[in-house]
């Protein structure tokens, strides 16, 4: 939900992830390179993108990869990598997709997120269609992983 609700203009670089947050333009690295974000340690995976950026330290948080999946999503990575600029003095910006100013509003993060409806540019809805409440119910138990799977139900017996 956070990834798919914030984008980060990239300042200095110093709050922003360079795998996980969604900093480029067509989304997160972590989503455009999956199998090269899976040979990224997971303590690397916190890095900033000044400090990746910085001699090209990302590269070094690859590890035991060497497929061909991996080394064309590492030539795009790289390829993106370089076109980057870094604006010091500048600091990151988080920006809410769901309101016309950018700014966050818990009420309607809770509007989107159990209801499915936002009041973006005149109440526009998230759903392109008209959903009853049962299918809202369902969809809001999914996101937040409720929902009784058989995994879930074999161990209570059921």
């Not at 999956?34 to 303590?43: S, W, Y």
């Not at 526009?124 to 929902?147: C, Y």
Request: net charge positive; with cysteine; proline share 6%.
């Amino acid at each position: 939900m956070f990834s798919a609700s914030v984008r980060v203009v990239i300042g200095d670089g110093t709050r922003a992830w360079f795998w996980t947050d969604n900093w480029l333009p067509n989304g997160p690295i972590c989503l455009q390179a999956p199998t090269l974000f899976c040979a990224v340690g997971p303590r690397r995976r916190g890095r900033s993108v000044r400090d990746a950026l910085l001699n090209s330290r990302w590269k070094r948080d690859i590890t035991d990869a060497r497929t061909i999946a991996v080394i064309s999503e590492f030539a795009a990575v790289r390829e993106i990598c370089q076109s980057v600029v870094l604006h010091p003095g500048m600091t990151d910006q988080f920006v809410w997709k769901w309101n016309a100013d950018g700014e966050y509003s818990t009420a309607l993060a809770y509007r989107a997120f159990v209801f499915g409806t936002t009041e973006l540019a005149g109440a526009r809805e998230v759903w392109t269609a008209p959903t009853p409440p049962k299918v809202r119910f369902f969809f809001r138990l999914a996101l937040r992983g409720h929902l009784w799977t058989a995994e879930r139900r074999i161990p209570h017996g059921l």
